[in-house]
């Protein structure tokens, strides 16, 4: 049985006292929250204000990015092991915002996945295509693609512990939002992608999270589909009653 995991994904927005006090709002509101397991992931530099605000409550502590070294002469860069230090129980690799604006390749974003599972953290791996890729008809090629790049030299123990993320491009800060119909038909392509480059035992344990203009509205209907264990929310998990109401989804 797959546990569905919310994830806030906050950006570039809030700073350590804006982001601890939202953590501190949204604490009572999921704190009854049964079969679910909640993450927030702050900037880096409001990971420690918000680490301390969730003491002791049922929200887990991500980061949205690191460097695959442990330490080093990398300026400006936070590492796996850093973010583990910081209380971080997670991280977000391979977000389309780090593949468009900073460049990151599938290969860079390998060695990344690597790193994190070295550290102890566990890697939210994120694809999807753009809408002119959609367009042509390219979406299984690209996700299938990103898929099996990004794992490529793991155990099929290693990639069971992983959680993928698929976010259409088009559809990420948009205010559009696949159906749940188009999301669903990709998360089953690539749990099946996953039984091919695995086994089918991987395939069925792997958390795979619908990331892409989740809202309160649009919650219940993507999580009755059957390959949807999640959701990586950006907008609407930067005000606590909405994305309250995104983790208290109504089950099917």
Same mark, same amino acid.
């Given at each position: 049985m797959r546990i569905p995991i919310m994830a806030g994904n906050w950006k570039m927005y809030k700073t350590p006292d804006e982001a601890a006090a939202l953590a501190a709002e949204l604490k009572p509101l999921v704190k009854d929250a049964q079969g679910v397991e909640i993450l927030l992931c702050p900037s880096a530099l409001a990971i420690a204000a918000v680490g301390q605000t969730l003491n002791g409550s049922n929200i887990l502590l991500g980061g949205q990015n690191c460097y695959p070294v442990a330490e080093g002469a990398y300026t400006g860069e936070n590492s796996p092991a850093m973010l583990k230090a910081a209380g971080c129980s997670h991280v977000i690799l391979g977000h389309s915002e780090r593949r468009q604006y900073f460049n990151e390749s599938d290969a860079f974003i390998n060695e990344k996945t690597k790193a994190a599972l070295e550290f102890g953290l566990v890697p939210i791996v994120c694809v999807g295509e753009s809408l002119e890729q959609r367009e042509s008809d390219q979406t299984f090629d690209v996700v299938g693609g990103q898929v099996e790049k990004a794992l490529a030299g793991f155990t099929p123990a290693q990639v069971a512990g992983m959680i993928l993320a698929y976010e259409p491009i088009w559809?990420?800060?948009?205010?559009?939002?696949?159906?749940?119909? +188009?999301? +669903?038909?990709?998360?089953?392509?690539?749990?099946?992608?996953?039984?091919?480059?695995?086994?089918?035992?991987?395939? /069925?344990?792997?958390?795979? +999270?619908? #990331? #892409?203009?989740?809202?309160?509205?649009?919650? /219940?209907?993507?999580?009755?589909?059957?390959?949807?264990?999640?959701?990586?929310?950006?907008?609407?998990?930067?005000?606590a009653d909405s994305f309250a109401r995104i983790v208290n989804f109504v089950k099917a």
């Open positions: 559809a990420i800060g948009t205010g559009k939002t696949a159906s749940p119909e +188009q999301a +669903q038909d990709v998360h089953a392509f690539i749990r099946g992608k996953l039984a091919e480059l695995f086994d089918k035992a991987t395939a /069925d344990a792997v958390r795979i +999270q619908y #990331g #892409g203009s989740v809202k309160p509205g649009n919650v /219940d209907e993507l999580m009755a589909k059957p390959d949807i264990d999640g959701a990586l929310v950006g907008g609407a998990s930067l005000k």
